[in-house]
Nanobody, 114 residues
Framework: VQLQASGGGLVQPGGSLRLSCAAS????????MAWYRQAPGKQREVVAV???????HYEDFAKGRFTISRNNALYTVTLQMNSLKTEDTAVYYC?????????WGQGTQVTVSS
C-alpha cells in the first residue's frame, strides 16, 4: 500500500490550505483514513479521521477550522484547513488503517507564518 500526499506550503495566519492524499495498492474496503501532524520537538498527533461509513472525528484544535473528506471509490482523503494559526505549523501525514495494518504517506510541510 502506498500513500501520496500533496498540498502543503507556506501560508499566512488566517489563511487556508488543502491537503490531498491518494492511497493505492491492496486496500481493505473497511478502513479509516486520517491526517496526523508532527511539529518540531513534539510527538505525532492525530488531526482528523474519516471512516468508510462516513463518520468523522476531529481533535479539539481542528474542530470548526478543518474539514476531512474522503472518496471511498478512489481511496483519497483531503483535509481543508481554514483559519490557520502559527501553531498549526507541522509536517502533516496521511494514514490509512484497518485491523493491525497501518500505512503512512511521506508527509507534507505546512508552515503558517507572517
Amino acid at each position: 500500500v502506498q500513500l501520496q500526499a500533496s498540498g502543503g506550503g507556506l501560508v499566512q495566519p488566517g489563511g487556508s490550505l488543502r491537503l490531498s492524499c491518494a492511497a493505492s495498492g491492496s486496500i481493505h474496503e473497511f478502513n479509516n483514513m486520517a491526517w496526523y501532524r508532527q511539529a518540531p520537538g513534539k510527538q505525532r498527533e492525530v488531526v482528523a479521521v474519516a471512516s468508510d461509513d462516513g463518520s468523522t472525528h476531529y481533535e479539539d484544535f481542528a474542530k470548526g477550522r478543518f474539514t476531512i473528506s474522503r472518496n471511498n471509490a478512489l481511496y483519497t482523503v483531503t483535509l481543508q484547513m481554514n483559519s490557520l494559526k502559527t501553531e498549526d505549523t507541522a509536517v502533516y501525514y496521511c494514514n490509512i488503517a484497518w485491523g493491525r495494518a497501518s500505512y503512512w504517506g511521506q508527509g507534507t510541510q505546512v508552515t503558517v507564518s507572517s
